[in-house]
């Protein structure tokens, strides 16, 4: 603990008892009494590192070409990362009428990740059941027939299908542990 004197602007008041409360990787937190707490070492290393840039949006809720600006584009390239690829692309539309959809980029991001395959000119979905879903790129934009809250679902219930068979994989382990 570290005694350290308490300055005012104004004036100075008493010796006051400081503590220095610090974890050994990089973490903030933010105390029930409002206080936010942070590794006090002179380096810093963002697990994250997203460039941005700002451009206008000139197309319309159906993603028709106006010669209006309808909203923002925000191009961002994330440059650092330890999570996923670095350097990937997506931009984000913000329209001003409406704010940022919850699909946004969302296109872009399963087309790179090959889950939407594109036939000619439309794109392909396939279902976890194996139904084929077939539509022009404006139409999963416009989230035609729910199309992109399926995508979502199934990821999450994949994701939840994994956690579970990893739980059970852990119980399993646990139990011929304790017959041993």
């Known amino acids: ?5 308490i300055i ?8 006051k008892d400081v503590y220095d409360i610090e974890v050994h990787t990089d973490h903030h937190y933010l105390l029930e009494n409002g206080v936010i707490s942070h590794n006090s070492g002179p380096i810093y290393a963002a697990s994250i590192v997203v460039a941005m840039k700002k451009m206008k949006l000139k197309e319309d809720e159906d993603g028709n070409k106006t010669s209006e ?26 329209p001003y009428a409406t704010g940022m959809d919850e699909f946004s980029g969302l296109f872009d991001l399963l087309e790179s990740r090959k889950l ?3 036939e000619g000119n439309r794109y392909t979905y396939v279902d976890l ?5 077939k539509y022009y790129r404006k139409e999963y934009n416009a989230n035609v027939d729910g199309i992109l809250d399926l995508v979502m679902r199934e990821f999450a219930d994949k ?3 994994l956690a579970a068979q990893g739980e059970a994989i852990v119980e399993a382990q646990a139990a011929e542990d304790t017959e041993e």
């Open 8 to 15: 005012n602007k104004t004036r100075s008041t008493d010796v």
């Open 159 to 161: 994701e939840l299908t």
């Open 1 to 5: 603990m570290k005694k350290l004197k």
């Open 129 to 133: 059941a194996g139904k084929e879903h």
């Open 69 to 94: 600006v309808m909203g923002i584009r925000a191009g961002c390239k994330v440059v650092k990362t330890r999570y996923n690829k670095p350097f990937e692309d997506i931009q984000v539309k913000i």
């Open 116 to 118: 939407i395959t594109k």
